[in-house]
């Protein structure tokens, strides 16, 4: 079980898929990464089941009190249901995608989302991200890089993250109107820095 554990992890290629297979397979497949198991987040609680999204599909957490990433599927800590809190994601090139948000609902201790050459994140999953209630309140920092479905639209539902201080924003060819979108992300978060690296 645990070598299946292992290999269960998402296959994302942000360039093109290997040679003699189907891009249309490798995206049904991670969208079966992606599905929400809603008895799993009863089972073992919020945290845990999301950092098992996260992780089977490439991403990295760090629980709250750790200074190291958690990248290891078969390494997540084990003990009494709610003792580990996920405190920051790092999506860098993973496969997470909108149907798997459901898993962020119970997710009350987020402060860092890092969301980098995800070619599945496009503005519908940072509404979705921006209207969770508990990352309204929790979120401090954010990155978005390279994530070419990005547009305007998405950067702009950010303003909903309430106590965001810090966003990093690079590489996003689908932002075309860059002063007037951070202006308003801006006027909405008095306090926040936006560092911008955009052509």
Same mark, same amino acid.
């Given at each position: 079980?645990?070598?299946?554990? =292992?290999?269960?992890?998402?296959?994302?290629?942000? =360039?093109? %898929?290997?040679? *003699?297979?189907?891009? *249309? #397979?490798? *995206?049904?497949?991670?969208?079966?990464?992606?599905?929400?198991?809603? +008895?799993?987040?009863?089972?073992?609680?919020? $945290? &845990?089941?999301?950092?098992?999204?996260?992780? &089977?599909?490439?991403?990295?957490?760090?629980?709250?009190? #750790?200074?190291?990433?958690?990248? $290891?599927?078969?390494?997540? %800590?084990?003990? %009494?249901?709610?003792?580990?809190?996920?405190?920051?994601?790092?999506?860098?090139? !993973?496969?997470?995608?909108? =149907?798997?948000?459901?898993?962020?609902? *119970?997710?009350?201790?987020?402060?860092?989302?890092?969301?980098?050459?995800?070619?599945?994140?496009?503005?519908?999953?940072? +509404?979705?991200?921006?209207?969770?209630?508990?990352?309204?309140? !929790?979120?401090?920092?954010?990155?978005?890089? !390279?994530?070419?479905?990005?547009?305007?639209?998405?950067?702009?539902?950010?303003?909903?993250?309430?106590?965001?201080?810090?966003?990093?924003?690079?590489?996003?060819?689908?932002?075309?109107?860059? +002063?007037?979108?951070?202006?308003?992300?801006?006027?909405?978060?008095?306090?926040?820095?936006?560092?911008? $690296?955009?052509?």
């Amino acid at each position: 079980m645990r070598l299946l554990a =292992r290999t269960a992890r998402c296959v994302c290629y942000t =360039r093109s %898929p290997p040679p *003699g297979s189907s891009r *249309g #397979f490798w *995206g049904w497949l991670n969208a079966v990464f992606n599905k929400v198991d809603y +008895e799993r987040i009863k089972a073992v609680g919020p $945290d &845990r089941a999301a950092a098992e999204w996260l992780l &089977r599909c490439g991403a990295k957490v760090r629980f709250r009190g #750790f200074d190291r990433w958690q990248y $290891d599927y078969n390494g997540l %800590p084990t003990g %009494p249901l709610g003792r580990y809190h996920i405190q920051a994601i790092d999506a860098t090139e !993973s496969c997470i995608m909108y =149907r798997g948000f459901d898993y962020l609902d *119970g997710l009350e201790h987020v402060e860092e989302i890092r969301l980098n050459k995800c070619i599945y994140i496009e503005d519908t999953c940072l +509404e979705r991200l921006s209207q969770t209630e508990n990352l309204q309140g !929790s979120m401090r920092m954010m990155s978005v890089i !390279s994530c070419g479905n990005i547009t305007d639209k998405g950067i702009i539902a950010l303003h909903h993250l309430r106590n965001l201080e810090y966003l990093f924003l690079s590489d996003l060819p689908g932002i075309k109107e860059k +002063e007037k979108t951070t202006d308003r992300v801006q006027t909405a978060l008095p306090k926040l820095t936006i560092e911008l $690296d955009l052509a």
